[in-house]
């Protein structure tokens, strides 16, 4: 693509990421809502503020993500999945940190992945990445194959790092890590799914389809946080 084309999509695009930052940046609001969504049903103030630390940690990167990423993969679809997943990685990379708020008591517990995201979706993940690198590696799709490739371990890392961040708490942490590492998980099997399909064939709507559906139900909101085990 020509610089006058790359420095023209990165300036749409990045400012796009802004206004979407601004019109979703997080408030006491939105930290309910999502806590709500994900087996919390009566927050408390702490609780609330957890939630939209979280969110802010991964809104603040999208739009300079917007910026970078769009120009590089020249990709709508896979511009936005990368930017999430990208966005995901910063901020559960940021939440390593211990915090430096008052410590709230945490569940005894020890976190587990299969805790956070079910087996099977799990095993989905290593399938559809396993399918589409064979598929590309195949047809000679090199560089699908490294978008590919990278979503599934950016996917796992994010779940990873989502098992061993510093407890913040009982019920929303729970939530939070469960929302972190599905959607994590749902993402990289979306961006396997599409950049390993077929081209332009009816198998690559299938492949579409059939992935919307299975990451519809890896990221499904938990009705009630998990007990601990």
Known sequence: MPWDNVLGVALVT??????ILIVLWP???HGKRLLRRWGVPDPDPAEVALAV??????RLWYPWLFLAIPPLLDRTAGSLFTTLMLGGLIAELLAQRPSRGPRREAVLSRRTLTGLVPAWALGMSVLAAAGSIVNLARTDRWTSLAVSAGAFVVAWAIALLAVRRPAAGDRADL???CRSARVAIGLGIATCAAAGGPVQSFGALLTVVGALVVFSAVVAPMKQVPAPA
């Open 14 to 19: 990045g400012l796009a990421g802004l206004a």
């Open 27 to 29: 408030g006491e609001k």
């Open 53 to 58: 630390r979280y969110l802010k940690r991964r």
């Open 175 to 177: 939530a939070l890590r």
